[in-house]
């Protein structure tokens, strides 16, 4: 059904909620709520938490519009039952006309730190007398263009009269494990009654996503092993003298995933193989020799990498340790007469190792006789285009690494057609990185240390979550970053990188960064895949809780790659219970898999498998949260679905539809 058949949704609107990924009235259905205003009960703003949404009923005494600042404000002057504090709304100057003196609500996020009175920015209000809309407990939508949360709210319940969807569970095994109705979970998703509605009608909705999900897996994918088409002639003691070309003793964890590689080209199935560790754990050297094996035995070797300088890097490491082979870096950027000649090796056979980006699997790439597939932070690919990769050669052995430790409770469905190596351990040589939470009291201190450790010509990150700040002001922007450290460590050559930078630009800035020509990076995560810096002994992040626990590992891995001790700082905006023991978290542990785990059991499956910069799985429902026993119980009944006789044509095409391109299922 068009959005536009939706009463109030013109086209205007239609493109604004296009920007959301909200193309028919089902997706409008699907746009869950990022969070809900819990309006049932008033808190005393004297009680309230720093960074805490509140609803705070009060009487405004006076306002007044500063229209000569940078950013112009209304501010008013409130009382509640005896406490002053102010409240600020930023360019938007109509509020004047609103609010006069008497008593109000007002909801929105209350700042009371460090001993300078209570105050909120731009909260939401209306007249005691005149209390409609800022009580129950209310849906609270992601924007975009002109999209307002009433103008979002009443067409997602027009959606929900006209194309509520309906369960694809075989009605016998709704029945057998007991499951309320669909419709009915979506209606109470986006108008509950209560938190327990809330979590009820999440479960059930996300269980009904992941049992489609699982299916489609087995409807497209399949799981039956494909048998090898081609002998690899390579020696164990081929492998081993590969391995002693590097400077460093294999630790047992790489050694034993080198094993299984090994094993599994020798065997009659061609390997499909997930390669999973820890930051640092020497994934990319474990990769090189099964590389190896395919260049030894004659055949051709790709690796592919989600950005040019991870390529360039790879590239660089795959010319050190295979002298002997011809390699090639083929990116977007690569010149067209050098491309023109890689792609012609690559046909004849001249080259036998490429390293490269997307440029890789263009349709006019061919191999004379490609075997082994290495795709890099395997997050950053869609599973159509990993595949289109492994294509371009009959049968190849594909690795996919990843950096990103998936528990294994989720790792089982989600790489259910994948065999699963995992290295634990790390390099002797690699140091512990010492992890502190920064209060502000200590800002000013740690800019002077990291100033002090530039002039001694170490290098630093600084990540913030936003390209720009926020309404509410309580994100740091990268650009305010930028300009603020710019003030306060004079004679620091800082370098700026975001995601709306252009692809040769942020190369650029990378490449000029590894090299020491600035002495400090500020960024947003775009880093969190990047280029080795040993020379980078600090990172420093700022709302620090905006970030899941292993995102924040990732980043922190970005640092002590080399010789010297590595600090992380973690800095906060919310001092939430909540947010604590997450950072807690992170900082007294350092295994990505306990903090995978943790993390898992903080925040939900659904939140950990949706919250990642860039790519996704099952988007549609990243902002619920449920149990992760929601996906072992659509697992089962998926598993009842197919193999109990029930009637599943409905699923089939069902999952055909939803995934019928595979870039739909990228894993996080």
């Not at 404000?73 to 102010?86: E, I, P």
């Not at 740690?446 to 720009?468: H, T």
Request: hydrophobic share 40%; aromatic share 8%.
């Amino acid at each position: 059904m068009k959005l536009t058949e939706l009463k109030y949704v013109s086209e205007k609107r239609e493109k604004d909620f296009n920007k959301l990924g909200v193309y028919t009235a089902e997706d409008l259905v699907r746009l869950y709520p990022r969070d809900y205003a819990d309006l049932t009960r008033v808190t005393l703003i004297s009680q309230a938490e720093h960074n805490a949404q509140a609803l705070i009923s009060c009487e405004v005494l006076n306002a007044e519009y500063n229209r000569y600042s940078r950013r112009p404000y209304v501010k008013a002057l409130c009382q509640q039952q005896g406490h002053v504090f102010s409240a600020i709304w930023f360019n938007q100057p109509y509020v004047m006309q609103k609010l006069k003196p008497g008593r109000y609500l007002f909801y929105g996020r209350v700042r009371n730190a460090y001993g300078m009175g209570a105050s909120m920015v731009n909260p939401s209000f209306e007249p005691v007398a005149d209390n409609k809309n800022l009580k129950g407990i209310i849906p609270v939508y992601p924007l975009a263009g002109g999209l307002t949360q009433k103008v979002v709210r009443d067409a997602v319940r027009r959606a929900l009269e006209k194309a509520a969807p309906s369960s694809l569970i075989p009605e016998g095994l709704r029945r057998k494990f007991g499951l309320v109705s669909l419709a009915e979970s979506y209606r109470r998703v986006h108008a509950p009654q209560s938190q327990e509605d809330i979590k009820k009608a999440s479960a059930r909705i996300a269980l009904e996503e992941y049992f489609l999900l699982i299916s489609a897996f087995r409807v497209i994918k399949g799981y039956g092993e494909r048998v090898r088409v081609r002998s690899y002639s390579v020696t164990e003691r081929d492998v081993a003298d590969f391995v002693a070309r590097f400077p460093f003793a294999f630790t047992p964890g790489q050694l034993a995933a080198v094993r299984e590689i090994y094993e599994n080209v020798h065997s009659p199935s061609q390997m499909n193989r997930l390669l999973q560790g820890d930051v640092g754990s020497g994934k990319t050297a474990v990769a090189l020799a099964g590389m190896f094996m395919a260049v030894k035995s004659g055949y051709q070797a790709a690796m592919l990498a989600p950005t040019e300088v991870l390529a360039r890097q790879n590239c660089a490491l795959v010319k050190k340790y295979f002298p002997e082979s011809n390699a090639a870096l083929l990116t977007g950027s690569t010149p067209a007469a050098e491309k023109r000649a890689i792609k012609a090796g690559l046909k004849s056979g001249d080259v036998a190792v490429v390293c490269g980006t997307h440029a890789v699997i263009q349709k006019d790439v061919a191999f004379k006789d490609l075997a082994f597939v290495v795709c890099d932070e395997q997050q950053r690919f869609g599973v159509a285009q990993r595949a289109s990769l492994a294509e371009k050669g009959e049968g190849c052995d594909m690795l996919i690494m990843s950096a990103t430790p998936i528990p294994r409770t989720l790792s089982l469905i989600f790489y259910g057609d994948l065999d699963i190596t995992t290295i634990k351990d790390k390099p002797a040589a690699r140091r512990e990185i010492t992890t502190a939470i920064v209060p502000e009291s200590k800002y000013a201190a740690m800019l002077d240390y990291i100033s002090a450790q530039a002039k001694q010509g170490r290098q630093a990150y600084f990540v913030c979550p936003r390209i720009e700040g926020d309404e509410e002001g309580t994100a740091m922007s990268v650009t305010e970053l930028y300009e603020e450290l710019s003030q306060k460590m004079p004679g620091v050559k800082l370098a700026l990188l975001h995601g709306k930078m252009k692809e040769a630009e942020k190369n650029a800035v990378m490449e000029e960064f590894r090299q020491g020509r600035y002495d400090c990076l500020v960024s947003t995560t775009v880093i969190e895949v990047g280029v080795d810096v040993p020379n980078a002994t600090i990172m420093v992040i700022y709302n620090a809780e905006r970030f899941g626990l292993s995102q924040l590992h990732q980043l922190r891995g970005r640092v002590g790659r080399g010789e010297r001790k590595s600090y992380c700082f973690l800095l906060t905006g919310s001092d939430t219970p909540q947010a604590r023991e997450r950072l807690a978290a992170i900082k007294n542990d350092s295994d990505g898999f306990r903090i995978a785990e943790a993390d898992l059991e903080m925040r939900g499956s659904g939140d950990f498998m949706g919250t990642r910069q860039s790519g996704r799985v099952l988007s549609e429902i990243r902002n619920l949260k449920f149990p992760a026993s929601v996906i072992f119980t659509a697992k089962a009944i998926s598993d009842e679905a197919f193999s109990g006789g029930y009637e599943i044509s409905a699923l089939r095409r069902a999952a055909l539809g939803r995934y019928k391109k595979l870039e739909d299922v990228v894993l996080n």
